[in-house]
């Protein structure tokens, strides 16, 4: 167990201050550049993160595992046969990718999107192609060594420097517009991650105890062997990512097409867009740092437990990754549903988009389970139906953002429905098949726990939040309601022990409850 936790809390702790700095950004991004900057931005940022998938491949979980295993038999010529392939591999998808992207962003810009300022965000996102081809190498390798810090340093850095760079690359360019303002938030972002790339070069120079330069044309030659088994991992893992990214591609271009069909301008369309997707869906995933740090942990414990043939073990590891995850979403739907006003006006100094957090928060809390089930479809050796399930739902999620975002009578918010059928659908269909396959049965007493702690939690906060005295001012009211609902909630949560001793020993300043664990 200690494993397991101890590498959940180090990915959790990492998480958390990425995320926070993610926000710091996003807040950032939207004071410089508005609500129609942040649309164009949004806008793009699929196509940013459908170009990262393509030049990853799903290398770095591949490049992870295969260095781990040669590491354990002291394989240096393997280490580094696994690393020429991997950037052989990574050089060639960039050198095919890179052109191609340039060629297509005209084309793009006046036929798929509605907004054709969208063109110069989408040129701003073509450096990043060479650029993630070598670090998604070199983060691959460190973790196969299992040196974490360098991995979260670098997403570190990445953000620091990309917050640094927002007001340089955007203030000098919105004189000549938003679309120019966009492009220099996005140009901050590639070179966030130039300089993560810079970290990891420096930190691989450093600490390397191979010479890649020392017959590399060699290792490419001798590599076919290496190449399968990195590709018969990679493929399975970059097909969901891969389905999600594409989905996220097209997203704003049904959105704006189902919106165009309602009778709404293309202006308010991008403003609307950039506040659902902008605004209102990285407050809603917020907390998923927690359950991708689960997922992440879950993948080699849960293979683990299934080599060494401990069935048990398995579905403890799931109940156990379930109710982490369901007392994190069960916190976030009360918060967000409770406070998504003010917490949208004093990150983004505006509330207009509260409404799609209090829609959606509910529907949420199913997204929080989403993740570790996937890892644990993974680790069972079942990524070609967690995929399956991915395109699923992106299927039902884009065919739904057409029919109810092309509604007069709902416009954007047909979009944000249509996200929270898609999240609810992936969901189920992830935990059937987990269900299947290992006999897993849902403890229902957890749940019924957690609705309790939820329903309660979520009354007393509204009750002081919607009641405010005339004499404290209401943004300290509002911060007291908050640290009241959250204590109230995790009272509830240690009451009913849906959050275990031996869970919370691993987390800093906690460890002197190992005693107390011992001697029980």
Same mark, same amino acid.
């Given at each position: ?164 760079? !927002? ?7 919105? =004189?000549?517009? +938003?679309? @120019?303002?966009? /492009?220099? #938030? $996005?140009?901050? *972002? ?111 414990? !849960? ?7 401990? =069935?048990?073990? +398995?579905? @403890?590891?799931? /109940?156990? #990754? $379930?109710?982490? *995850? ?130 309660? #939690? ?63």
């Amino acid at each position: 167990m200690s494993k397991f936790l101890q590498g959940t809390i180090i990915l959790i702790i990492a998480g958390l201050i990425t995320k926070m700095l993610g926000f710091m950004n996003r807040i950032v991004v939207a004071r410089m550049i508005g609500d129609e900057g942040v649309g164009l931005y949004m806008m793009a940022v699929p196509t940013l993160v459908l170009a990262i998938t393509v030049t990853q491949m799903g290398l770095p979980v591949a490049i992870s595992k295969l260095v781990a295993e040669a590491e354990a038999a002291g394989d240096r010529q393997r280490v580094k046969k696994i690393l020429v392939v991997s950037l052989a591999t990574t050089g060639v998808l960039s050198l095919l990718f890179l052109p191609a992207l340039l060629a297509a962003t005209p084309w793009l810009s006046r036929t798929m999107f509605t907004d054709p300022r969208i063109y110069y965000p989408l040129l701003a996102v073509a450096p990043i192609v060479p650029i993630v081809a070598i670090s998604s190498v070199l983060r691959g390798y460190f973790q196969g060594r299992q040196q974490m810090k360098p991995y979260a340093y670098s997403l570190l850095i990445e953000q620091i420097v990309r917050i640094s760079l !927002i007001a340089l690359c955007t203030k000098p360019l919105l =004189p000549y517009g +938003v679309e @120019y303002a966009a /492009a220099g #938030a $996005m140009a901050a *972002s590639v070179l966030g991650e130039l300089a993560a790339l810079l970290y990891l070069l420096f930190l691989f120079q450093l600490k390397k105890s191979i010479r890649l330069r020392t017959k590399f044309f060699h290792s490419i030659h001798a590599g076919k062997d290496t190449f399968i088994r990195l590709m018969r991992i990679a493929l399975p893992t970059t097909g969901g990512r891969l389905i999600g990214s594409l989905s996220w591609f097209f997203e704003p271009i049904v959105v704006a097409n189902s919106l165009a069909l309602a009778g709404i301008a293309a202006s308010a369309t991008t403003k609307q867009y950039g506040q659902l997707v902008g605004y209102a869906l990285p407050l809603l995933t917020l907390p998923s740092f927690i359950t991708y740090a689960l997922a992440t942990a879950l993948v080699p414990a !849960i293979s683990e437990a299934v080599a060494q043939n401990k =069935p048990l073990l +398995v579905q @403890y590891r799931i /109940a156990q #990754a $379930m109710r982490l *995850s369901l007392v994190t979403g069960g916190l976030s739907a009360v918060v967000l549903y409770l406070f998504a006003e003010p917490l949208m006006r004093w990150m983004y100094g505006t509330g207009e988009a509260a409404i799609f957090i209090q829609v959606m928060a509910p529907f949420f809390l199913f997204y929080y389970f989403q993740g570790p089930l996937q890892a644990v479809l993974q680790g069972l050796d079942l990524a070609n139906v967690a995929m399956t399930n991915s395109l699923i739902g992106a299927a039902v999620k884009l065919a739904c953002i057409f029919v109810l975002a092309s509604r007069p009578s709902l416009g954007i918010m047909g979009a944000a429905l249509a996200t929270s059928v898609s999240t609810v659908l992936v969901t189920l269909l992830h935990f059937a098949a987990v269900a299947k396959a290992t006999s897993f049965v849902v403890d229902a007493r957890d749940y019924v726990k957690a609705g309790i702690a939820i329903i309660a #939690a979520g009354a007393a906060g509204g009750l002081l939040f919607y009641h405010p005295p005339a004499s404290v001012p209401p943004s300290f009211w509002t911060l007291l309601a908050m640290a009241a609902t959250i204590l109230l909630y995790s009272g509830f949560l240690i009451a009913f022990q849906l959050i275990r001793r031996e869970e919370l020993i691993y987390l800093p300043g906690l460890g002197w409850l190992a005693g107390k664990t011992k001697r029980k």
